[in-house]
């Protein structure tokens, strides 16, 4: 992301695309979760009294848009940047165990959690009463029906009897801000597969050859291009400003909420938008397995 990337050490952005640069997988790899641990990355945001790295959500960003842009998806987001950060926010310990976070229902249910029958812990986040309690809880205690998204993500269904977990109180105010954090999280993933889909096209239109000229000769091929920029763009700096408003105000923006969905709903129309741009561009080679455009396509939808 730009303002990301202008606040990021190059030369940690350059490493971060490194460690990515080989491995592409849509499961938890543990050598490759070894090494990004050996790096700091895997607890970039933590403090470093705890173990963590010190970075901020700008460093964090970074990370997870190389992820995208590699195809590699691990539960980052998930360890760091929600259920760590939950446990930190309420002064509970947080070990090396892989971590995903959920939030239940009044059935003690949690549908599409990621990661979780991958993960060593679930925190989990319930309402009990007129407040919320939160538990960091070992998976194999918990009921985890596996799921997948449309990439072919972890997106489980986790249950739990509510009742017999060790909860202890955390502030509304907290809960709030987890789901703010998990929404930017998605648009800032959403808006790096949206530019690898544009660096895709253009570079399809310019090397295919159809009627004896380029693609990107063709208006309406220029006019298809122009579109998914424009719609990229667009989620892109709606996020830059959530961001932006995130972090300068360390969470607590009174129109967070507002720049947040605005951003959530900025990449969901982009999403529609540039996949079907993109795919007609591409035409039937963009349908096949074997070419890579369906690895954004998919991961932003």
Request: glycine share 6%.
């Amino acid at each position: 992301m730009t303002t990301a990337r202008n606040a990021v050490d190059p030369a940690l952005v350059e490493m971060m695309d490194a460690v990515f640069a080989d491995a592409r997988t849509v499961e938890r790899d543990p050598g490759l979760w070894r090494r990004l641990d050996d790096l700091g990355l895997v607890r970039l945001t933590g403090p470093e009294q705890s173990g963590g790295s010190g970075a901020g959500w700008y460093e964090a960003a970074e990370l997870l848009a190389a992820g995208v842009r590699h195809t590699v998806r691990i539960p980052l987001a998930e360890h760091d940047l929600l259920a760590c950060w939950l446990l930190e926010a309420n002064r509970m310990p947080a070990d090396s165990s892989v971590r995903t976070v959920c939030l239940l229902d009044e059935r003690g249910v949690a549908n599409d959690v990621p990661w979780a029958h991958g993960a060593d812990r679930i925190v989990v986040v319930w309402q009990r009463g007129g407040d919320y309690a939160v538990a960091d809880v070992e998976a194999e205690a918990l009921v985890i029906s596996p799921g997948t998204n449309l990439i072919g993500e972890p997106r489980d269904t986790v249950s739990a009897q509510t009742h017999a977990l060790p909860g202890v109180p955390v502030d509304a105010a907290v809960v709030s801000t987890l789901t703010l954090k998990a929404a930017l999280i998605r648009a800032i993933q959403v808006c790096a597969a949206l530019d690898r889909i544009l660096q895709l096209s253009i570079e399809h239109s310019t090397s295919r050859i159809q009627f004896g000229r380029p693609l990107t000769t063709f208006q309406a091929i220029q006019h298809l291009i122009a579109d998914i920029a424009a719609e990229a763009a667009l989620a892109q700096a709606a996020t830059e400003a959530a961001l932006t408003a995130a972090v300068s105000s360390e969470w607590s923006a009174p129109n967070l909420d507002f720049l947040v969905a605005v951003a959530r709903s900025c990449a969901g129309r982009a999403c529609s938008i540039v996949v079907r741009n993109a795919h007609q561009i591409h035409g039937a080679i963009g349908t096949t397995r074997e070419h890579r455009l369906h690895e954004f396509t998919r991961a932003a939808l």
